[in-house]
């Protein structure tokens, strides 16, 4: 039973995981979009994405992340192209913080009105048990 429970909060922290740090692949045919990464060393800081129409490359999204003095992941965020303004136009942001055994997620939509990443803001708090399994402390949205 204990088994089974840790399993499900491995599996579902897993979706959650891919499905946030991932999501410029939803819905993509991989023919389809065409990515661009902008690398420090070996880290990749910034990701954008191009939609590909008959050979012509259209931009659709761009990513920016940042990182602690380890390498963790520490933001993301992502910004849709506006091509009548011509403009990188602010999409969501994803803050992590690392403390101790616990790994905090904030996820938040940007506000055109307010220009701040201030709507739709959902946390989520994993702690990481003795076998490096995740396990959902908390979800607020």
Known sequence: MKTNVILKAVVMVAVVMASVLNFSANAMNPTDYVKNEEMSG?????RTIFRNEDGYLFRHLRYT??????????????????S????WVPYFKLDIEYT???VSLS??????????????????V??????DAT???????
Request: net charge negative.
């Open 42 to 46: 070996e880290l990749v800081t910034a």
């Open 65 to 82: 992340y940042g990182y602690d003095n380890e390498n963790r992941v520490i933001s993301k965020e992502a910004s849709k192209w506006d």
């Open 84 to 87: 009548v303004k011509e403009a």
């Open 100 to 102: 101790g055994d616990e």
């Open 107 to 124: 996820y938040a939509r940007w506000n055109s009105k307010d220009n701040a990443y201030n709507d739709n803001i959902e946390t989520s």
């Open 126 to 131: 994993y702690e990481l048990n003795h076998n």
């Open 135 to 141: 396990l959902m402390l908390a979800s607020v949205k």
